[in-house]
């Protein structure tokens, strides 16, 4: 496993009133979902990133309503040529 060290300011993150290793945590979790949304990561490979099984990830989702099934235009169109 990497670890990576990253040098953040304080005054953006005090309103968070979290802990170094708290927030860490949450932006951990944050890119996860993010590189997912944006179709970089598989919800598998999201959820190892995250730290976080797969039904973990894919309850965090819910909680953070995140859509889990998404169609492109040309996915629509072959559901529709099948339906």
Not at 4 to 12: G, Y
Not at 62 to 68: E, G, H, N
């Given at each position: 496993?990497?670890?990576i060290?990253?040098?953040?300011?304080?005054?953006?993150?005090?309103?968070?009133?979290?802990?170094?290793?708290?927030l860490?945590?949450?932006?951990?979790?944050?890119?996860?979902?993010?590189?997912?949304?944006?179709?970089?990561l598989?919800?598998?490979?999201?959820?190892?990133?995250?730290?976080?099984?797969?039904?973990?990830?894919?309850?965090?989702l819910?909680?953070r309503?995140?859509?889990?099934?998404?169609?492109?235009?040309?996915?629509?169109?072959?559901?529709?040529?099948?339906?």
């Amino acid at each position: 496993m990497s670890q990576i060290d990253i040098t953040v300011p304080d005054a953006p993150f005090a309103p968070l009133r979290k802990a170094p290793h708290e927030l860490a945590a949450r932006m951990q979790h944050a890119a996860a979902i993010h590189w997912y949304q944006q179709g970089l990561l598989s919800m598998e490979r999201a959820a190892e990133a995250a730290g976080r099984g797969r039904a973990e990830f894919l309850a965090e989702l819910a909680r953070r309503r995140v859509d889990v099934f998404s169609l492109d235009e040309r996915d629509l169109a072959r559901e529709l040529q099948g339906a």
